[in-house]
């Protein structure tokens, strides 16, 4: 018998992390964790194996097909807004072509077991992109059908595959004699940017946010990258995993669409700098705008329409911007960087 698991891919970012911990403490989910670098330590004891490796190497995923009965994917593994636009096409064969095997990996688990097995996607507000910033102060809250017109290269690689994800549910090799009937259960979230006290974000573009608060906690001096009046949308990682959480335990006939938006707070950049300033005063942040990243930022929205989700799963999130920083980041944080006694 095979054992019946879920499987993780970039198991050691920022979201892998927080996912992992959260479901090996419930103790009764077999997780099987995937990531091109070795596992972190803390996430070892919560992992019924780590595997090693590249969603770009097929014989690798071929062989998880024979030995693991996959229930579930969460698949977390990309290379992020920033890190992208330094190889395009590296991120492209990444986001894209590792999430197409992924999506065969699991049509092909779906036809040995007779039921679908649900594929969980991370997508972003980097799937949006509006043009200017004068659109972007006007537009308010964006829905999950608006303004999808991403101007980085992840951006557009997250908008494509949700897309791949619902042709993988609803329509994959529609014109064969005998279509595959054993599809996958594709859902996808867009995220905004993310807040974690354990881990610090590396290659993406809203990492302002969370890097202002690691170098003030670490008494370092921080460069931010934005002007002080840049608006987005942010949510602490707690509420990110709670979401994914959700997502999966939704009854698929209460979800009427593929991708939902979620979201908490939308702070400025001297909003975030207010707050840091608060718990550590003597902080000491700059605002030294970098032209193309700003764009980048620019083209996503300041805020987003998670209504939807409200409705069909019920999304809440635990954390507004107060909660975040009081309840949540700032304690971890201050016990994360304490000085050893
Ligand atoms: C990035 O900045 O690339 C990510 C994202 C918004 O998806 N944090």
């Given amino acids: 018998m095979r054992k019946e698991v879920v499987l993780i891919t970039g198991a050691n970012g920022e ?16 997780i099987i964790a995937l990531d091109v670098q070795p596992l972190d330590d803390e996430l070892k004891p919560y992992a019924m194996r780590f595997i090693q490796g590249d969603i770009l190497d097929q014989m690798l995923l071929g062989r998880m097909v024979v030995e693991f009965e996959i229930r579930t994917i969460f698949h977390l593994a990309s290379i992020l807004s920033t890190k992208a636009e330094y190889n395009p096409e590296t991120a492209h064969r990444v986001n894209v072509e590792g999430t197409l095997n992924l999506l065969r990996l699991a049509v092909e688990q779906s036809q040995w077991q007779g039921r679908p097995v649900m594929f969980i996607y991370p997508s972003s507000i980097a799937a949006y992109g509006l043009p200017d910033l004068e659109t972007k102060n006007r537009a308010g809250k964006i829905r999950e059908t608006q303004w999808c017109m991403p101007i980085t290269m992840y951006g557009i690689n997250k908008l494509y595959c949700e897309h791949l994800g619902r042709y993988y549910a609803a329509n994959y090799r529609q014109l064969a004699a005998d279509p595959d009937r054993s599809s996958i259960d594709f859902r996808a979230i867009r995220f905004p940017g993310l807040i974690s006290a354990d881990t610090i974000p590396t ?6 946010g969370p890097e202002m608060l690691h170098h003030a906690a670490q008494g370092e001096p921080y460069n931010c990258f934005v002007r002080p009046d840049t608006r987005l949308p942010f949510m602490a990682m707690p509420d990110a995993i709670k979401s994914l959480l959700h997502l999966m335990n939704a009854r698929r006939s209460s979800l009427t669409q593929t991708v939902y938006n979620v979201t908490s707070f939308n702070p400025t950049a001297q909003d975030i700098a207010d707050i840091v300033h608060s718990y550590f005063p003597a902080a000491e942040i700059n605002f030294v705008p970098h032209g193309s990243r700003q764009k980048i930022v ?16 019920g999304w809440q999130p635990d954390y507004d911007q107060e909660r975040a920083f009081s309840e949540y980041l700032i304690p971890a944080i201050r016990q994360r960087y304490a000085a050893p006694v």
């Avoid at 979201?15 to 077999?30: A, D, F, S, Y």
């Avoid at 290659?203 to 302002?208: L, P, V």
Wanted: glycine share 16%; aromatic share 8%; net charge negative.
């Fill in 15 to 30: 979201m892998g992390h927080g996912l992992i911990k959260h479901l090996g403490q419930q103790g009764n989910v077999n």
């Fill in 203 to 208: 290659g993406g573009t809203s990492d302002y």
């Fill in 298 to 313: 620019d083209s996503w929205p300041a805020d987003i329409d998670d209504s939807a989700a409200r409705r069909d799963w």
